[in-house]
Nanobody, 120 residues
Framework: QLQLVESGGGLVQPGGSLRLSCVASRSIFTMNSMGWYRQAPGKQRELVATITSGGRTNYADSVKGRFTISRDNAKNTVYLQMNSLKPEDTAVYYC??????????????WGQGTQVTVSS
């Protein structure tokens, strides 16, 4: 029972930057990991970045060196800083919360998504 709300999307020119925020309805301290996924029209949802409760991060190869995921447990918030944006980054970005290991996929939660459009 966790609600996630994303914000910060919008229209940006190639090479520009955006910071996405995901605010949870309660503490995310007990969640195994938080993450960002994205989905473009006609394509499958793909992993962008994750961060564990211990602070370890993982990134898709396509965004390494450009995107940074972080979390602020005191604010129940996860961020995605996106720099050097490219047109192929255009997608709806979704926040994800993964429950404790072994609890099953029914304890994974998703936000409603925020649109990111990179275009000149």
């Amino acid at each position: 029972q966790l609600q996630l709300v994303e914000s910060g999307g919008g229209l940006v020119q190639p090479g520009g930057s955006l910071r996405l925020s995901c605010v949870a309805s309660r503490s995310i301290f007990t969640m195994n990991s938080m993450g960002w996924y994205r989905q473009a029209p006609g394509k499958q949802r793909e992993l962008v970045a994750t961060i564990t409760s211990g602070g370890r991060t993982n990134y898709a190869d396509s965004v390494k060196g450009r995107f940074t995921i972080s979390r602020d447990n005191a604010k129940n918030t996860v961020y995605l800083q996106m720099n050097s944006l490219k047109p192929e980054d255009t997608a709806v970005y979704y926040c994800n919360a993964e429950g404790p290991v072994g609890w099953g996929s029914e304890y994974n939660y998703w936000g409603q998504g925020t649109q990111v459009t990179v275009s000149s």
